[in-house]
């Protein structure tokens, strides 16, 4: 196993401020930018050659843009819809004048076209987010994106992702919490003006966010990449970033997208498939757990002791994150690069060292020349923490938030420069 290396100011945090591509809708732990050009910049240095790049937890497409500014082949998935319809909005380029003449059908049809708002019944869910005037608003706005859009077009996902980036600002969502809680003293934002304002920002988004020609081709899917039954084509560098145990649980985060988008009645739906879900969790394998490495068999046994379900859990995330591992290692050409960048958390006191881990896993299915390698991912050399809202604070009684995280870097095959 590789050995692990001081902190490196190369991965730590890019030359200059990203692009408004990557804010265009809020995401949480969004994954930076600079990432994959240092990712494709580090293959190079190892004699990958490398034609088509691949994130297997693409989330709102971050590697897919940097890819295919890069002139790379682009092919990703997520299990997240919200996530998916984000990155394949910022990866396509719109004219201008095209999106200019939508918005101003979807204004027309809105300020023109009656509400039809009589016996109209809201999901209970979204009735506990919204006024009864931005929830008739938001109808009526979505469908004049429907209306004034091609199903399945690229021009219907510009401003669906739109509107999706408005909902909370228009509801009673805590502002800066990644967790649902309503603010009672919030006034949400009227939903036109919002909506607006947002097709603006990402209008300019679009505008400078240029690809070379001719353009790459970029695929991403709404999949489960451990639940793939065809394997996806081959790639030489695959740049990703796991979820891990005890994470942002996005089905949370995104219900009101996946409400209003109609993703899910129940936007709980989406968690049966994430990475280590707890649901109808059963005592795992313990000589499978075992067969993992020690980092897994001291993290679960220290958790089983405190709370038996929770340890279930993590059991499943550690054998779905070898698995991941496993199906990545297939993934690539004979010659080829993976780049994983994850963090370590903890939970009731105990230290769950998610890096070490997916380290050992790499080894195990024939990684070579691995590389651990810390990075900061904040300014500030102590931990922070999260309140029970998951706003950031600093008052220590809260859950700690570590200001590093892991770029761990393994290669494929033998006759790869070491």
């Known amino acids: ?33 600079f ?40 092919w990703g998935c997520d299990l997240n819809p ?19 003449s939508i918005l101003n059908q979807i ?19 979204i009735s506990y987010w919204f006024n009864d005037t931005n929830m008739e608003d938001l109808n009526h706005l979505k469908n004049s994106i429907y209306i004034n859009t091609f199903p399945y077009s690229a021009h219907r996902k510009f401003f669906l992702c739109a509107f999706s980036a408005i909902l909370k600002p228009t509801s009673y969502w805590l502002g800066k919490s990644i ?17 607006e304002k947002q097709v603006s920002l990402m209008r300019r988004a679009n505008q400078n966010n240029i690809f070379p020609k001719p353009l790459a081709k970029t695929k991403i899917l709404t999949k489960n990449f451990l639940g793939q039954s065809k394997d996806p084509p081959r790639t030489e560098l ?4 796991p979820p891990y145990v005890t994470s942002y649980d996005y089905a949370d985060i995104h219900q009101l997208s996946t409400l209003w988008l109609g993703y899910a009645t129940d936007y709980r739906q989406l968690r049966k498939n994430m990475l280590g879900n707890k649901y109808g969790v059963t005592s795992p394998d313990r000589g499978l757990i075992k067969k993992l490495g020690d ?10 002791s405190i709370e038996k379900r929770h340890s279930y859990s993590i059991a499943r995330y550690f054998i779905d994150l070898d698995k991941t591992v496993s199906k990545c290692w297939n993934f690539l050409s004979d010659i080829g690069m993976a780049v994983f960048v994850i963090g370590n958390t903890q939970y009731k006191d105990v230290s769950i060292n998610n890096a070490e881990l997916l380290q050992e896993s790499m080894s195990r299915v024939g990684f070579h020349s691995i590389q651990r390698i810390k990075r900061q ?35 494929k095959n033998k006759t790869s420069k070491q």
């Open 1 to 33: 196993m590789g050995k692990q290396k001081q902190l490196s100011k190369s991965w730590d945090f890019g030359d200059t401020k990203e692009d408004l591509i990557h804010r265009i809708h809020h995401y949480p732990a969004r994954f930076p930018a």
């Open 35 to 74: 990432i994959t050009t240092r990712a494709l910049e580090y293959s190079e240095q190892y004699g990958v050659k490398v034609e088509n790049v691949a994130d297997v937890f693409c989330g709102c497409g971050t590697t897919a843009v940097e890819a295919k500014r890069n002139g790379k082949n682009f």
């Open 82 to 100: 919200v996530a998916t319809l984000i990155a394949q909005t910022k990866t396509h380029y719109y004219r201008d004048s095209k999106l200019d």
């Open 107 to 125: 204004l027309e049809y809105f300020y023109n076209q009656p509400k039809n708002s009589e016996n109209l019944k809201f999901n209970e869910r």
């Open 179 to 195: 967790k649902p809680q309503v603010d009672p003293n919030k006034k949400p934002r009227e939903v036109i003006a919002s909506f």
């Open 238 to 241: 695959i740049v990703t970033s």
């Open 295 to 304: 980092s897994a068999w001291e993290t679960y046994n220290a958790m089983n």
């Open 377 to 411: 991912v904040s300014l500030k050399s102590i931990p922070t923490y999260r309140d029970k809202y998951g706003r950031f604070t600093n008052k220590d009684k809260h859950r700690k938030v570590y200001a590093e995280e892991f770029v761990i870097i393994g290669l």
